[in-house]
């Protein structure tokens, strides 16, 4: 069993920056992708983006050229870096891994991000 757990959202002005991690119970050179998705009240979960195992990294439009993703397999941890934030930027952001065989997908509980002024 793998656990996830997000940390680092909280509440930013429009135009602010945020810095989400997930940090993983297991190393995550053994997942062959990780990912962050969002869920907004009302809506359904999106995909914000994924790395995968050869560190390629892909992005919904919506946060291209805002958003980033980056790992430290050392800490077992995945990043989001978040800026130019929006107030339709505001969710609840998940990240999950992808760990062979099957594979097995597993989720973070989610943190919560909100654009505001």
């Known amino acids: 069993q793998v656990q996830l757990v997000e940390s680092g959202g909280g509440l930013v002005q429009p135009g602010g920056s945020l810095r989400l991690s997930c940090a993983a119970s297991a190393s995550i050179a053994s997942f062959s992708a990780m990912g962050w998705y969002r869920q907004a009240p009302g809506n359904e979960r999106e995909l914000v983006g994924t790395?995968?195992?050869?560190?390629?990294?892909k992005y919904a439009d919506s946060v291209k050229g805002r958003f980033t993703i980056s790992r430290d397999v050392a800490k077992s941890t995945l990043y989001l870096q978040m800026n130019s934030l929006k107030p339709e930027d505001t969710a609840v952001y998940y990240c999950?891994?992808?760990?062979?065989?099957?594979?097995?997908?597993?989720w973070g509980q989610g943190t919560q991000v909100t654009v505001s002024s």
């Open positions: 999950n891994a992808d760990r062979p065989p099957g594979p097995r997908r597993y």
């Open positions: 790395i995968s195992i050869g560190v390629n990294t």
